[in-house]
């Protein structure tokens, strides 16, 4: 099985649990959207090293695409002091197909949309977005003009 890196400041629960066939290792199902595209050429090669991972179908879902992989991985590696915060984590390995438990297409249906909310959530979200790109840039130097030299 591939090692896993954990990334910082994340954590869920994992929802699903599994005991493998041999009864010694437990496994959890950790889920990865993407394209159909992709998952023809996932189901062939597995999955490549850096690919995200969610804990819950739902992030994979709504970050990745609508086929949504379900993915076997030892319980033991996601586990830690910080577990209960992670929500997403990288693989630092290739994932090969026979770890693929599932493979669901799940279609979306908009029943209900607010577009003037909509909007403003966007709006607001970019404004942040922008004040800590701001605040995050180094503070501009002012330069002096050059005084003409005397004669």
Known sequence: ?????????????????????AGRERLIICWH???EANANRIL????KEGTFFAMHVEDAFTFGGNHVFGVA??????????RSEIWQFVANDHIPPHQIVSLEVIERSKLYENPRL????FESNERVR???QSALAPPR???KPARSARA
């Open 1 to 21: 099985m591939p090692r896993v890196a954990l990334l910082k400041h994340v954590r869920v629960v994992p929802p699903f649990l599994l005991i493998s066939p």
């Open 33 to 35: 959207g993407t394209t």
């Open 44 to 47: 062939r090669r597995g999955f």
């Open 73 to 82: 991985f030892p319980h033991d590696e996601l586990a830690g002091p910080t």
């Open 118 to 121: 909509t909007k403003r959530v």
């Open 130 to 132: 922008l004040k800590e």
């Open 141 to 143: 130097r002012r330069t």
